[in-house]
């Protein structure tokens, strides 16, 4: 079965940190572009950051550069995003996605940032 599960998602600080986790099975994401999106209720789904495969183009939303780090691990199948210094704006639900011959969605984490 082919599946992208995030983890990681909770409720944290202003100025706090959280690492997603997104863990593929069924297939391999090597060639896979990964991205994390995120959605807010009433809102269109936004792209959050997005890698490519090996790695060799990142890119991110103006509203999370320098906070946010994408990352990949193609041994693991696995991709990450560390979101350091949080803002009341960050919160919303983050999707994983694998996007190259099928698009693959997770079933999305919530990320509160509150006081």
């Known amino acids: 079965q082919v599946q992208l599960v995030e983890s990681g998602g909770g409720l944290v600080q202003p100025g706090g940190s959280l690492r997603l986790s997104c863990a593929a099975s069924?297939?391999?994401?090597?060639?896979?572009?990964m991205s994390w999106y995120r959605q807010v209720p009433g809102k269109e789904r936004e792209l959050v950051a997005l890698i490519s495969g090996i790695g060799g183009t990142i890119k991110y939303a103006d509203s999370v550069k320098g906070r946010f780090t994408i990352s990949r691990d193609d041994a693991k199948n696995t991709a990450a995003l560390q979101m350091n210094s949080l803002k009341l704006e960050d919160t919303a639900v983050y999707y994983c996605?694998?996007?190259?011959?099928?698009?693959?969605w997770g079933q999305g984490t919530l990320v509160t940032v509150s006081s």
């Open positions: 069924g297939f391999s994401i090597n060639s896979y572009i």
């Open positions: 996605n694998a996007i190259y011959d099928r698009d693959v």
